[in-house]
C-alpha cells in the first residue's frame, strides 16, 4: 500500500528482478513519497542547461564584428529583418533561453514537494511534467548545439591577432622578476608601474625600456612577450599548454566515445 505495504507475503526480490532493477526498497512511506531521484534528474538537466547557456553567451560574443572569432554556418542562424549585413546567432540565443525554463522547472518540482507530509499526495501529479519537459528541451538543445558547434569555423587570425597585445603577458613579466628572485608583491608593483607607463607613453610593453624602471629587469625580456613561447612555458597541469591540451582532447574523445 501507499503507506505500511501489504499483508500478503509478496516476493518483492523476484518482482524486482524480474523488472530490472538492482534491488527492493527498505521503508514503504519512503518508497511512495520519495521524488529525490527526479529532482535530481531535473537539477542535472538544468545544470547541463546552464553550461550549454555559457557556451552559447561565449559564441554570441566570438561571432559579433567586435570579436569575430567564430564563424556560425547559416543554418544555425537568420538574417536581420532590417540590417542585411547581420547574422543573429538563433541558435545560442535559444539555448540562453531555454535555460531559463530548465532552472523553472527545477524550481517548479522543488516547490511542489517542500511541504508535503507522507506519504502520496495529488501534489505528487506534479512531478511530470516538469521532467518530461527537461528531457525534451535538453536533449533537442544537445542536438542542435552538437550540429552548431560540428559546422562552426574559427577564424585562426582573428584570435591570433587578439593574442598579439603584449598586455596580455604582463603576468609573465612578473613570473619573470619572481624567478630572479624579486617576491611577488614586488614584482606586481614593478609590472604595475611598467604597464602604467606604456599606457601613458601610448607604447607597446613589449617595446618599453624597462630597465628605466627597475634595475630587476634586464634586456632579456623580448622573449617574454612571444606568445608561443609563453603557452609552452606553461607546463602544470590545467593550463593551455598545446600538448596539454592535445593530451585533454584525446582523454575526453576516448571517454566519450
Known amino acids: 500500500g ?3 505495504g501489504s499483508t500478503i507475503n509478496l516476493d518483492r526480490h523476484a518482482i524486482a528482478q524480474e523488472l530490472g532493477f538492482d534491488g527492493v526498497t527498505t521503508n514503504s512511506m519512503d518508497a ?15 545544470l547541463c542547461g546552464v553550461h550549454l547557456s555559457r557556451l552559447s553567451e561565449d559564441l554570441i560574443l566570438w561571432c559579433s564584428a567586435e570579436f569575430s572569432f ?3 554556418a547559416d543554418a544555425h542562424t537568420t538574417g536581420s529583418s532590417l540590417m542585411p549585413q547581420k547574422k543573429n546567432p538563433d541558435v545560442c540565443e535559444l539555448t540562453r533561453g531555454k535555460t531559463g525554463r530548465l532552472m523553472g522547472n527545477l524550481v517548479a518540482i522543488l516547490t511542489a514537494i ?4 507522507l506519504t502520496y499526495n495529488r501534489d505528487l501529479q506534479e512531478d511530470k511534467e516538469p ?5 525534451d528541451t535538453l536533449h533537442l538543445a544537445l542536438t542542435v548545439n552538437t550540429e552548431m558547434i560540428l559546422a562552426m569555423t574559427m577564424r585562426v587570425d582573428h584570435c591570433a591577432a587578439a593574442a598579439a597585445d603584449p598586455m596580455l603577458l604582463a603576468t609573465d613579466l612578473a613570473d619573470y622578476l619572481v624567478k630572479k628572485g624579486v617576491p611577488f608583491r614586488h614584482a606586481h ?8 607607463e606604456a599606457i ?17 629587469y634586464r634586456n632579456d625580456t623580448a ?8 603557452l609552452k612555458a606553461r607546463t602544470n597541469p590545467g593550463c593551455p599548454n598545446p600538448e596539454i591540451v592535445r593530451q585533454q582532447i584525446s582523454r575526453w574523445q576516448a571517454q566519450l566515445a
Do not use: C, M, N, W
Open 2 to 4: 501507499a503507506l505500511a
Open 32 to 46: 511512495i513519497a520519495d521524488r529525490d531521484y527526479i529532482a535530481e534528474i531535473i537539477f542535472v538537466i538544468a
Open 70 to 72: 567564430a564563424h556560425l
Open 114 to 117: 517542500k511541504g508535503l507530509p
Open 131 to 135: 521532467l518530461f519537459d527537461s528531457i
Open 189 to 196: 608593483e614593478l609590472v604595475g608601474k611598467a604597464v602604467a
Open 200 to 216: 601613458a607613453s601610448k607604447t607597446p610593453l613589449d617595446k618599453l625600456d624597462l630597465t628605466k624602471i627597475s634595475e630587476h
Open 223 to 230: 622573449e617574454i612577450f612571444q606568445l608561443s613561447r609563453a
